[in-house]
């Protein structure tokens, strides 16, 4: 792959990101999630806070406009975007060309909707950093997770709940499925907090930073699918206590009892106060 050159990828401002809007005669949606980053400083800050470096195969989803992208390409070994929006897919190429002509052939986008992808063209990507389109970020970042078991580290921005929810401890009021779920594959922290203002059109939430570093899964004789059934029925009624949320999944009320006492967990505690381990060993004692 080719070494770094002296002149950086000229970055989008607001007035370059309108401009390529124009040229595309582009009306974001909220369908989509499109919010397009206009500050410069923001991108590079993401990128910092990412910790990839020169050997990283970066993979971007939704890279919109590029803002992100021209970033990434200063920095990572290659870049592979997945964006589901033909007119952005089909201009993308030709920005990078233009703003970070030295870096074009590090880099390669893919029409995609990026819950559906089933591989990613390349070398195994090391690293997901991306502004994740907020109708669709935790199912999109889970996917690729258990998609792509290369990935060890990641940066993602994300809408500020979503990112709360995502980095919470049991016991904490927005612990929930995307935190127990994401828990499975990493260590997911929050990593610091996006105005608005650096947004073109300016959403009407906040954004969060979520960072995360791979590890291995807990040790098990089921299935995630088996585990995450289990998450998924344990929050199903929130503040519901584990023996009737788990009877449909145990079959009956006893059962449930059952899997819980053998579990070694008090059948009247709730979802929210059980870790990963303890999800696992209840899809153990039901199997």
Do not use: C
């Amino acid at each position: 792959m080719s070494e770094p050159t002296s002149a950086g990828p000229r970055l989008l401002g607001p007035a370059e990101v309108r401009s390529l809007a124009a040229a595309l005669d582009l009306r974001p949606t909220k369908q989509r999630g499109q919010n397009f980053v206009i500050d410069p400083n923001t991108v590079r800050r993401i990128v910092r806070d990412s910790g990839i470096g020169p050997t990283d195969v970066v993979l971007e989803v939704g890279p919109g406009l590029g803002s992100l992208t021209l970033a990434l390409l200063d920095v990572a070994a290659r870049v592979v975007a997945i964006e589901v929006d033909p007119g952005l897919a089909g201009s993308l190429p030709s920005t990078i060309a233009d703003r970070a002509p030295a870096y074009a052939d590090r880099f390669e986008v893919v029409l995609a909707d990026a819950l559906r992808v089933r591989s990613v063209p390349g070398p195994p990507p090391t690293a997901l950093v991306a502004n994740l389109p907020y109708n669709v970020s935790v199912p999109v970042l889970l996917h690729l997770l258990a998609l792509l078991p290369s990935l060890e580290r990641g940066l993602v921005m994300v809408q500020a709940e979503v990112a709360d929810r995502l980095a919470a401890e049991p016991g904490s009021k927005v612990y929930g499925i995307p935190s127990v779920k994401a828990a499975w594959f990493a260590d997911v922290r929050r990593a610091g907090s996006v105005g608005r203002n650096v947004f073109w059109p300016a959403p009407n939430v906040d954004s969060g930073l979520v960072a995360w570093t791979r590890r291995e899964p807990p040790s098990t004789v089921v299935t995630r699918e088996q585990v995450f059934a289990v998450v998924d029925a344990a929050f199903a009624h929130r503040r519901k206590a584990l023996r009737p949320s788990l009877r449909e999944l145990a079959g009956s009320a006893e059962a449930s009892e059952q899997a819980l006492v053998a579990a070694g967990i008090d059948p009247m505690r709730r979802g929210e106060e059980l870790r990963l381990p303890e999800f696992v060993r209840i899809a153990e004692a039901l199997a």
